[in-house]
């Protein structure tokens, strides 16, 4: 199934496996090279600045986690927990953190904090690999030129998908419901 929240993901199959077949089609899987194929999507989706699964997503409000921006926030759809503060962030919030990619000398350590050249902390790291993370970012962070993680230089990058209005200006309205 091609991803919603971004059309240059690849596709995912979703299986629906019964009986004794399952785990040898599972050790057959791993055995021909799968590891790597989630690993080059894993690296995609990092350098693409896509979040998934409670690990990066847990505690993040559905703006923070660029769901506005990734259809994953339907603002005319029906009743789910959440919705009110959703709407009002839609309408009359200010979204000064955001999901944001990064590029890294190495290897970052998730829930390692992100500091600025101060050592005040701007964000967390929610996901990395050797040469890419994501992170959660203080929006009026993002241009500083030295951030730093676990000793390890990190430089925050702009996805295609996100407005250039998304990072003009923090300090006001930032949602795509401006005019």
Known sequence: MTSQRLIKLPHRVLLKLHG??????????VTNDV??????????RRAAGIAEGAGE????LPFQANGDLLN??????????????????AHTGVIRRR????????????GADILDEKKNKVGKVISSDTSRCLGILQLSSFK??????????????????????????????TSLTDA
């Open 20 to 29: 004794a077949d399952t785990t040898a089609f599972l050790q057959g899987l």
């Open 35 to 44: 590891t790597e194929n989630v690993e080059k999507y894993e690296n995609l």
């Open 57 to 60: 997503l847990a505690d993040l």
């Open 72 to 89: 994953m926030v339907a603002l005319d759809k029906g009743c789910y927990i959440g919705q009110e503060l959703t709407a009002r962030t």
């Open 99 to 110: 999901i944001m990619p990064f590029e890294c000398q190495g290897q970052v350590r998730q």
């Open 144 to 173: 500083l030129a030295k951030l730093t993680a676990d000793d390890v230089a990190l430089t925050a990058r702009q996805p295609e998908w996100m407005p250039d209005k998304i990072l003009a200006n923090n300090k006001t309205r």
